[in-house]
C-alpha cells in the first residue's frame, strides 16, 4: 500500500515536471537547475496563468444591447492585451515573391509600318523590356467559412491585398513578408463563443477575436457587412505581427480600424472613414491627443474601451491624410520590423514624433474639427 502511494506520488512529480518544462520551452524561459524545487513551483504558477494569457486581440461587437451592459461590470476589457509573454517567433512565409510584367514586343512590317504589342505574334520579334515588376502572393489564406457564400471569400481576398498594396506604398513592396492567415468565420453565436472559449478567451460582448500564438481568428457572422469588417480588422493583426512584429496597441489596433472600410476601385485602394467613430465624416466623440495616446500602453485593460479605439483610429488617418504623416508611420513601422520581439519605447515614439512633426498638437487639434476626406491610393 505504502510503495503504490510512493509510486503515485512519483508519477504526479514527473508529469508535474514535464508540463513546466513544456510550458519552460513555449515562453523562451530559462530553468534554473541550481534551485529546481523552487523553479518546478514557479513554472508550475506560469503554467496556470498562460492557460489563459495567450496573448490576442479581439473586437468589440458594434450592437450590444443595454441590458447586456449591465449585466457586465462598465470596466470589463472584452480587448485582451497584446502580450510579450511568449517566445517570440517570425510567422511570415518569408519575402513577397515578384513577377516581371509589362515587355513590350515591336516589329515593322512589309510596308514599313512600326508595331507594338504586349502579346508575342508567332515570328521573331525584338522585345522592350519595361523592367515594371509586380508583387506577386501576399498572402496564403486559409478560410473557412461554413455555410457561407464563396463571394465572401472573394471579396475578403480583395480587400486584403488592397491591405497589402497600401502598406506597400507606406513602407516599400521591398519591406513586405508574405502572411499566413488562418481565419474562420462562423455562423452560429454558440459555435463562436465555444471556439474562444476553447482556446482560453472570453467571447462576452466580442464579434472576433484574433490568437498571436497560434496566429488564427474566429469571427461571428452577424451579417456579411459586419463580419467582412471585423475579418478586414482581425486579418490586419496577423499582418501587423508578421510584417512588424510586436507593436503598440495603438498602432495595431489604429490600422486594424482603419482598412475596416477598405475597398478597391480599379487600380485604386479607397479607404473610407471609420463610421463606427465618425458622424457625417467628423469625429463623433472626444478623442485622446496623439502624444497622450501613446503613453497609454498599459492602461487598455482597465481604460474607456471605445475611446483607445476612437483614439488609436483617428490618430492613424490623420497620419495618413498627410504625406509626412505617412512618412512618420513609415519610420515608426521599419523600426518596428527592426526589433520585431519588442515594441518601440514610449519615449522613442514621442521623439519621433516630435523630430518629424513639431507642430503636432495644434495641427491634430485644427484636422479634427475639419471633415474627414476619403483616401485614396
Known amino acids: ?15 508535474l515536471v514535464a508540463s513546466a518544462l513544456i510550458a519552460n520551452h513555449f515562453t523562451g524561459r530559462v530553468f534554473n537547475y541550481n ?19 495567450e496573448p490576442i486581440n479581439t473586437k468589440q461587437s458594434k450592437k450590444v444591447s443595454t441590458t447586456r451592459l449591465q449585466k457586465t461590470l462598465a470596466s470589463a476589457d472584452n480587448h485582451l492585451f497584446q502580450a510579450n509573454n511568449t517566445r517570440c517567433a517570425d510567422i511570415s512565409l518569408g519575402e513577397v515573391k515578384y513577377k516581371r510584367n509589362g515587355d513590350i514586343f515591336t516589329w515593322t512590317d512589309s510596308d514599313g509600318v512600326p508595331h507594338f504589342s504586349d502579346k508575342k505574334p508567332d515570328f521573331a520579334v525584338a522585345t522592350y523590356s519595361t523592367g515594371f515588376a509586380e508583387p506577386l502572393d501576399y498572402f496564403e489564406l486559409t478560410l473557412k467559412t461554413p455555410n457561407l457564400p464563396s463571394s465572401f471569400n472573394q471579396e475578403l481576398r480583395i480587400k486584403l491585398n488592397t491591405v497589402f498594396k497600401v502598406y506597400g506604398q507606406i513602407i516599400g513592396v521591398h519591406a513586405l513578408k508574405k502572411v499566413k492567415l488562418n481565419l474562420t468565420v462562423l455562423a452560429k453565436r454558440r459555435a463562436y463563443e465555444a471556439a474562444i472559449k476553447q482556446r482560453g ?8 477575436m484574433y490568437f498571436h500564438a497560434s496566429n488564427s481568428a474566429f469571427i461571428h457572422y452577424d451579417n456579411a457587412h459586419s463580419a467582412m469588417r471585423t475579418s478586414v480588422h482581425e486579418a490586419v493583426h496577423a499582418i501587423n505581427k508578421a510584417v512588424l512584429g510586436y507593436t503598440p496597441r495603438w498602432l495595431n489596433e489604429g490600422f486594424a480600424e482603419y482598412f475596416e472600410l477598405t475597398k478597391n476601385n480599379m487600380q485604386t485602394a479607397v479607404v473610407e472613414p471609420n463610421r463606427s467613430w465618425t458622424t457625417n465624416s467628423s469625429i463623433a466623440k472626444s478623442v485622446f491627443t496623439i502624444n497622450w495616446l501613446i503613453g497609454l500602453e498599459d492602461t487598455w485593460q482597465k481604460g474607456d474601451n471605445s475611446k483607445l479605439y476612437a483614439s488609436s483610429w483617428a490618430a ?6 498627410t504625406q509626412a504623416g505617412r512618412a512618420l508611420l513609415k519610420n ?5 520590423q527592426q526589433s520585431p520581439c519588442s515594441k518601440l519605447s514610449e519615449q522613442k515614439l514621442k521623439k519621433m514624433l516630435y523630430t518629424q512633426l513639431p507642430n503636432l498638437k495644434r495641427e491634430y487639434s485644427q484636422w479634427l474639427k475639419i471633415p474627414f476626406k476619403v483616401h485614396n491610393f
Do not use: C, H
Open 332 to 336: 515608426i513601422m521599419l523600426a518596428e
Open 35 to 53: 534551485d529546481p524545487i523552487g523553479e518546478v513551483k514557479r513554472l508550475y504558477n506560469s503554467l496556470a496563468l498562460q492557460i489563459v494569457t
Open 1 to 15: 500500500m505504502f510503495k503504490t502511494k510512493l509510486r503515485v506520488v512519483f508519477v504526479f512529480f514527473v508529469l
Open 201 to 208: 478567451g472570453e467571447p462576452i460582448n466580442t464579434a472576433g
Open 316 to 321: 492613424i488617418y490623420f497620419l495618413m491624410d
